[in-house]
Structures are given as C-alpha cells and as structure tokens.
C-alpha cells in the first residue's frame, strides 16, 4: 500500500474517514436503499484500490500514477448513475427490457475497473479467475453438454453484473459488505487500536507461556482470540506472529514448525465464533440461516480445531523436552485482570447476539463500550487524532473486502444465470456415481482449489457456488452445505501449493514457504476432518439430543488425542513405530466410528462411551493423588 504525501494523503484519509463513518451511520440509524447504499460504498472505495495500491512494482510509492488518478475517477461514475437512476432501474423489467448504450459502457467499465482492484488489492489470481469466468460467457454456446449455454450479447453481461441487485457488483455479497460486515470491520479496527490484540497475547502468555512448550501454545490462543476479529488470515499471521514465532524458535521450536503453528492457528480464527472473520455474516445472508444457529453450529468445530493443535504442540514440546518461559517473562495475573476490562466489548458483543440483537446493534454496542473503556487507561484513550486514525484503519480494511466481494459478486451472477453451477453440480453427481462420499471429496478439491490465494469471504462465496448446488442436490442440509465448503475455503490458506497464511508464517520464521505450508497443513488435519462429520453426524453442530452430543464429543476427543499422538509419536512416553501405527488405526477407527449414526446412536454403546470416560477421569485423579503423595513422602 502506498504511503502518500500531501494534500492526496489528505484527500484519501477524508474519504476513507468518511466512509466508515457513513457505515457506522447506517448500521445505527438504518440502511438505505440497495443501489444507493452498495453504490455509496463502492463509490468511495473502488477509486480507493487506485490511489493507494500500485499497478506493479516499478509504480510510484509515494503518489499515484496519471493512469491511476484516470481509472478513479472513473469508477466515480458507475455508482452515481445507478444511485441517480434508482427509481427508474427498480421498475425496469431485469433481463427483459432493453439495456441501453450507457448502461453498457458504464456496466463495462465498472467490470474492468473491478478486476483490475482486484488484480491490485487481493492477488493476481483471483482476477485471473475472475477473468476465466467471463471468457467462458463467450465460448459457452460452442461447448456442448451439461456446459453449454445461450449466446449472451455485451449489453446483457453487462446487465447481469452491473445494474441487478441480487447478484453482480452491486448484488447481495455486496450488500452484506456494505452493510453487516462493515461494521464489524470498524469495530475490529477499535479493537486493534486500543491493544485489545496485545490483550489476547498477554492473556495467552499468562495462560500457557509457563506450561511446556508454552510460546507455541501462546500462538495457539492469541491467535484464535484475535483471528476472528481480523478477518484475514494472513493479516492475523503477521499480528500475533512477530511476537509468538521468534520466541518459539529461542525456546527450541525448529523454524518450520514455529511458522507453522502460527500459519493454522491464525487460519483457525476464521472458523473461531463469534465472528468467524464476517464468514458467517455472509452465510446467514446466502442461507437465510439466523446468525445465532450459524455460530451455534461452528462452535464446537472450532474448539476440536485448535484442540487438536494444542496437542500436537505439547507432544511435540515433550517428546523434544522443550521448556515454556521464564516467571520474569510472564504477564503477572494481577496485571492480566487489571487490563481484562478490554474484554468487555467482546463480551457484549456476544451477550447481544445471544439475546436475539441484531448484528448491527450488537456490533454499535461493541464499538461504543471499546470507545467508552479506552478512558480508563492513558495509553489507550481514544483522543480525537487516534479516533480519526481508527476510522481511517476501518476504510483500509474495507477496501479488499469491497472490491473482492465484488469480483465473487460476478462470479456468483455469471454461474447462475448460465446455468454452470447446475452443471458442475451434475458432473460431480455423475463422477462419483451418486455416492456421497466421493462427491464430497470432489467437492473438497474443488473448494480448495477456489480458495488457493483468495480471502476468506470471496473464497468461500465462490466455492459454495459451484459446490453447494451438488451438496444439496444429494440431500445435504444448507447449513451443513454451506459450513463444509466454508472450512475447505478457509484451510486452502494453508493448502499448498498457494498457502498463503503459511508463506507469511515462513517469512517472518525465515523457513521454507512449501515445506511449511504442508508442516502446517498436517498440524490442521483435524479441520480437514471436522467437515465431514458435520455432514455424517449433525450432533457436532449441536443438533441432536443430550446424550448424543456428549457421546460424539468424547469420540472425537479421543479421535483428537490418538491422532496427535499418531503423528507426533508421543503418549506419556516416546512411541515405537509399531504403537504409533496403531495410534493411527485407532484415531481412523474413531473417526469412522463417529460419523456412522447406527453405531453411535446405539445406546449400549452410549453408555459404554460415557462409562471410558468416567473411568479415565477417575484414573487420572487417582495417577494425580497418588503422585502428590508420592512427592510428599520424598520430601519428608
């Protein structure tokens, strides 16, 4: 991102400013009509992506180009002619009446001016895939089959994607990004600016950093407290990372590894409720899904997620005798209680949401609370400079969302209205023969492979496109559809060959990119996992009885724990090769075991779950009490 000088550094904070300030304005005293609140938010933004990210590398750092400045101003003027034309565009007739000459060379110029911010902002190949798109409007009607489609003139692309409002630029993703998620994203910005993100490192530390292998557990925490504000993986990578991975590798981690741990717990936070990096915002507007029952459904994912690496990092720091940190390098608890104030808003957050609030309500509360608590400390009171930087920060952060949102908006109109969506759908019906399984693995690839170098929230957009339409044609639940491509969406940050996360992770580690992308893809296995008993056993999305809930959880717990000893080669002691095998045979045979509903609703094998787990829990008390006697005699 440039860094400007002059009367243009003022000019860009102004508008930056200004439009979180009018998200925040609508989010407390009501949206405006679709065009008009989806054009003002473009209409500040798009330019944005011009003025503050260079076109190559040899642009100018400091100011924008001449090309630049042009292609601002003329993204100026799509949104003002629909927010001008609102009335008379909502009694037209879509995809009936005529589209006329200005309408498709505005359509058109808004089309090139968004993949072109999103070459800029995001990465290359999201445009590039963008771009695919649109070449396969023009090349359908000579394919045959399941992906053929009518010939469509330039002035219908351009209505599909320009002057309708429930897909395209200005379609519904859009909406929930100029709506719902903008303002979540000003409230993480408060939140980043009042060292609430230094609050979660502190509390990790003190929570973990004397325990063994403490640093790698800290990255852990931090990184899932902090991660589903951000929003963005690699952005979390970077936050919580240049604290955590040094300190892992001078307590002993190898570099790889460090960097690894940081890359899948800062992925994991996008899966972590309450906010689940706006992804569910998004989810319940596709879905129609209440947010609640969305956040109710990923919770207990997300705890196995990083369960499951916690495990894998105390292995690892017991087998290779890797010490946690000095007392003098642990945040006291009286200073962490001191400072949990900062909590607070979180907190509210999540109580509102809870209540039955809207998000948009909840979220104002959150952002008033964290404005009202920073008076309570010198070093964090919002003064007038520090608001107008954290407004600033807020539109920053806005401007990938707006314009990728709107690149997965195209997509999105492009597969619906060719009818694509329905045809990859058939084709993964036909190669996996109608099996379920097969298909869902097909569909894996697929979303995985969408989501390579993408963020989370298009990632996941253009994913369920393509594969929540053959995830529902096979009878899968919406919600349970739209939450198994979401994960694979989310861990394609971490998927080689494009991780992008884990590159971050091995840029500040000073690590191989690759060799840490598939370190931290093995320490995220559990998440590959997670997806498919959601489809198999709806009670890992806690929609089931008592009693079959608490059942499939001690299942995968144990799944969790056999399969981290598996990889790690570690139980209380260093395991041969032969007791790691079976460690592996186990951990599948539960995991296979956990999504087979006639097994796992049997109630004798109910009772003889709970009973293990009775039994375990009294071993390890008596092992406990019998050890502390043990130390005790010793000693006198």
């Excluded at 396969?136 to 009518?150: D, E, H, R, T, V």
């Excluded at 979540?184 to 325990?211: D, P």
Aim: aromatic share 10%.
């Amino acid at each position: 991102m440039r860094e400007l000088k002059g009367w243009m550094k003022w000019l860009v904070s102004i508008c930056l400013v200004a439009v979180a300030l009018f998200h925040l304005y609508t989010a407390i005293f009501g949206v405006f009509q679709p065009r008009v609140q989806r054009g003002i938010h473009l209409l500040i933004l798009l330019p944005m992506a011009f003025l503050l990210y260079p076109a190559t590398k040899k642009s100018p750092k400091d100011r924008p180009s001449v090309l630049d400045v042009i292609m601002a101003l003329l993204a100026i003027a799509p949104p003002i002619y629909l927010m001008l034309m609102n009335d008379t565009l909502n009694m037209r007739m879509e995809l009936f009446d005529p589209v006329s000459t200005v309408e498709t060379i505005l359509g058109w110029i808004n089309i090139v001016l968004i993949i072109e911010a999103v070459r800029r902002t995001v990465v290359p190949a999201m445009a590039i895939l963008i771009g695919i798109f649109f070449v396969y409007i023009f090349i359908a009607p000579f394919l045959g089959g399941i992906f053929y489609s009518k010939p469509m003139d330039l002035s219908r692309i351009a209505e599909i994607n320009y002057l309708i409002t429930s897909d395209g630029i200005y379609g519904s993703i859009v909406g929930v990004t100029a709506t719902f998620v903008a303002v979540f994203v000003i409230f993480g910005a408060f939140m980043q600016n009042t060292k609430t993100g230094e609050y979660f490192t502190n509390l990790a530390v003190s929570l973990a950093g004397k325990s063994v292998g403490g640093p790698a557990k800290i990255a852990v925490i931090s990184s899932g407290l902090f991660g589903s504000i951000s929003g963005v993986a690699a952005a979390n990578v970077y936050a919580t990372g240049v604290f955590t991975i040094p300190l892992m590798k001078r307590l002993g981690y190898r570099a790889q590894f460090a960097g690894a741990v940081e890359s899948a717990a800062s992925t994991g936070g996008l899966l972590m409720p309450p906010i689940m990096g706006a992804g569910a915002f998004v989810m319940s507007e596709i879905t129609g899904v209440a947010y609640v029952h969305i956040i109710k459904a990923a919770v207990l994912g997300a705890i196995f997620y990083y369960l499951s690496i916690l495990m894998r990092v105390h292995f690892v720091a017991k087998k290779e005798g890797l010490r946690g940190m000095d007392d003098s390098e642990v945040i006291s608890t009286k200073q962490i209680l001191k400072d949990s104030y900062q909590l607070i808003p979180l907190i509210l957050l999540v109580i509102f949401l809870v209540i039955g609030f809207s998000p948009f309500i909840a979220a104002v509360y959150g952002i008033l609370a964290t404005f009202l608590l920073t008076f309570l400390s010198k070093e964090t009171m919002m003064t007038p400079a520090k608001l107008w930087d954290t407004f600033e920060l807020s539109g920053k952060n806005l401007i990938m969302l707006a314009v990728s949102c709107a690149g997965a908006g195209m997509v999105i109109s492009i597969v619906t209205n060719t009818g694509l969506a329905l045809g990859i759908a058939s084709v993964i019906q036909s190669w996996s023969g109608g099996v379920l399984l097969p298909a869902l693995m097909l569909i894996m690839v697929t979303s995985i492979l969408m989501g390579m170098g993408m963020p989370c929230t298009p990632a996941y957009i253009v994913a369920v496109t393509i594969g929540g339409p053959a995830l529902q044609a096979m009878g899968i639940n919406v919600l349970t559809a739209h939450l198994f491509v979401f994960y694979f969406a989310i861990l394609a940050e971490i998927t080689p060959p494009v991780s992008i996360a884990s590159y971050c992770g091995a840029a500040i580690a000073g690590s191989d990119p690759l060799k840490t992308g598939f370190e931290a893809m093995k320490l995220a296995t559990v998440g590959f996992i997670i997806p498919y008993i959601f489809v198999f056993n709806p009670a890992l999305m806690l929609n089931g009885s008592f009693l079959e809930i608490v059942t499939l959880v001690i299942v995968v717990l144990y799944a969790v724990i056999t399969l981290a000893s598996a990889f790690r080669g570690y139980l209380h002691r260093v395991l041969t090769k032969v007791e790691r095998s079976i460690m592996g045979v186990i951990s599948a045979a539960l995991i296979i075991g956990s999504c087979n509903l006639t097994i796992m609703h049997n109630m004798a094998v109910q009772i003889a779950i709970l009973a293990s787990a009775v039994l375990i829990v009294v071993l390890y008390v008596l092992a406990r009490v019998k050890k502390s006697s043990g130390g005790t005699a010793a000693t006198a």
